[in-house]
């Protein structure tokens, strides 16, 4: 069971299917793991907390639901600092494991045990999902 890894999710929704896609991803997670996430949303207004923790919650219920921290910060700039925002979250993580997720994307738990137990056993610093 993943339970020494926090899901960092740089975000910005600016489409339906990202919005869909950052509830899929998101309720995947925290209903299969006992990981942690955290979203950082950098937006001129927040429709991650209007739209999707709402039905992240309905879908998974408030327990679970209450392992996903969602950070705010608004901007009117039009460029994306995905490497600012990571490396906020990654100093927010209080999880010896720290997974740089795209939330437009899954992969089989058995990617994140091992990358997880990879990483935990100490045979490994890094973990890519590459081949």
């Avoid at 509830?23 to 209903?31: A, G, K, N, P, R």
């Avoid at 039905?55 to 408030?62: A, D, L, N, S, V």
């Amino acid at each position: 069971m993943i339970e020494n890894t926090t899901f960092i999710v740089p975000l910005r929704i600016e489409s339906h299917d990202r919005l869909r896609n950052v509830i899929v991803s998101s309720c995947y997670l925290l209903d299969n793991t006992d990981c942690k996430i955290i979203v950082k949303e950098v937006d001129t207004a927040s429709t991650f907390a209007a739209t999707a923790l709402p039905q992240i919650t309905e879908c998974i219920g408030k327990e679970k639901a209450s392992r996903l921290t969602h950070v705010f910060e608004e901007s009117k700039e039009q460029i994306f600092h995905r490497t600012k925002i990571l490396n906020d979250m990654t100093m927010m993580a209080e999880t010896p494991v720290v997974v740089n997720y795209d939330c437009d994307i899954l992969l089989p738990l058995s990617s994140y045990e091992e990358s997880e137990k990879l990483i935990m056993d100490g045979t490994h610093d890094v973990v890519y999902p590459y081949g």
